[in-house]
């Protein structure tokens, strides 16, 4: 069983910055694949970005992509996101979630990932 908790969000203006963290209990974090998916008002959830278990590979959605920077640190069961140039349109609640050795093709698919987090706000002002 792996529990993630998420960290970070907040409110900012369009054009700042926000890290957020999602924090994993267990021992085995290194043998997970990460990911952050998000879900705006009134949609779907959707993928943002993940960081293979290997932590040699990372994947971003074309809507973030330059922008946000996915990174793990192994030693600290924990998992970043740095967002940078923040939209409006990245409103939204950003969810943590970790896939078991989970292979690179998945990673962007919600079913690739075993465990959950609950989710922080992120809202970008105008």
């Known amino acids: 069983q792996v529990q993630l908790v998420e960290s970070g969000g907040g409110l900012v203006q369009a054009g700042g910055s926000l890290r957020l963290s999602c924090a994993a209990s267990?021992?085995?974090?290194?043998?997970?694949?990460m990911g952050w998916f998000r879900q705006g008002p009134g949609k779907e959830r959707e993928f943002v970005a993940a960081?293979?278990?290997?932590?040699?590979?990372?994947y971003y959605a074309d809507s973030v992509k330059g922008r946000f920077t996915i990174s793990r640190d192994n030693a600290k069961n924990t998992v970043y996101l740095q967002m940078n140039s923040l939209k409006p349109e990245d409103t939204a609640v950003y969810y943590c979630?970790?896939?078991?050795?989970?292979?690179?093709?998945?990673?962007?698919?919600?079913?690739?990932?075993?465990?959950w987090g609950q989710g922080t706000q992120v809202t970008v002002s105008s």
């Open positions: 267990g021992r085995t974090f290194s043998s997970y694949a």
């Open positions: 979630a970790a896939g078991f050795r989970v292979r690179d093709g998945l990673l962007h698919q919600e079913y690739g990932y075993n465990y």
């Open positions: 960081i293979s278990w290997s932590g040699g590979n990372t």
